[in-house]
């Protein structure tokens, strides 16, 4: 019930497309829902995060579209560009706990 | 822009040794974490920590692993007797409330 389901695994896109990686959850106590941009040899770095009030949240390029009923939440790329090219990790954080569940992460490539 | 740091970048060690893992969390920040990836798949939550206590803790976090605040810049990770599966990238991170969470660079562990 703790797992976070990622997908997919790994995304292949044209520059300039749409990049769309989905999330789903089981545990309903979520209530914080970050996405986490990673390079080779790097920490993951934020990027953009949604809690379960909103339905979509959007930030330059990045969107996350969030389905409570569903438990279902998503990040969406648009205009991708090679430079967006990274592993990306959504995760999900209990109201009354500190520790954030990642996904299994989705290798992006972007070509040119 | 202020960022968590962590020193080694790379720490070799033989089995069984104690290792000790560094990071400097950004300075206002309150709550201070320790993660891992273990090659190629997820980030995995090992311990949280708050005004001087762990707040919350995985079922890996166990009796070879302690963390300590040891003066007011400082946050490590000591892993008392190291095995093979230890061998991992040990992240730090720090947030000034649980959900916004910042990640450092990583020490790449690698027990031989």
């Known amino acids: 019930q703790q797992q976070v389901k990622q997908s997919p695994q790994s995304l292949i896109v044209q520059k300039g497309g749409i990049s769309i990686i989905n999330c789903a959850y089981e545990?309903?106590?979520?209530?914080?829902f970050p996405w986490y941009q990673q390079f080779p040899g790097k920490g993951p770095a934020l990027l953009i995060a949604i809690r379960p009030d909103v339905s979509e949240k959007k930030e330059g390029r990045f969107t996350i579209s969030f389905n409570k009923s569903a438990k279902q939440f998503s990040l969406h790329i648009m205009d991708s560009q090679p430079g967006d090219s990274a592993t990306y990790f959504c995760?999900?954080?209990?109201?009354?706990?500190?520790?954030?569940?990642f996904g299994e992460g989705t290798q992006l490539t972007v070509n040119p | 822009e202020p960022e968590v740091t962590q020193t080694p970048s790379h720490q070799v060690t033989q089995m069984g040794q104690e290792v000790i893992l560094r990071c400097v969390p950004i300075?206002?920040?309150?709550?201070f974490y320790w993660y891992r990836q273990i090659l190629g798949q997820k980030v995995e939550f090992l311990v949280s920590f708050y005004n001087n206590e762990i707040s919350e803790k995985s079922e890996i976090f166990d009796d070879q692993f302690s963390v300590e605040r040891p003066d007011g810049s400082n946050f490590t990770l000591k892993i008392r007797s190291t095995k093979l599966e230890d061998s991992a990238m040990y992240f730090c991170?720090?947030?000034?409330?649980?959900?916004?969470?910042?990640f450092g660079p990583g020490t790449r562990l690698t027990v031989l």
């Open positions: 545990n309903t106590a979520f209530d914080y």
């Open positions: 300075s206002n920040h309150l709550y």
């Open positions: 991170a720090s947030s000034f409330v649980t959900d916004t969470q910042y």
């Open positions: 995760a999900a954080k209990e109201t009354s706990g500190s520790r954030l569940t």
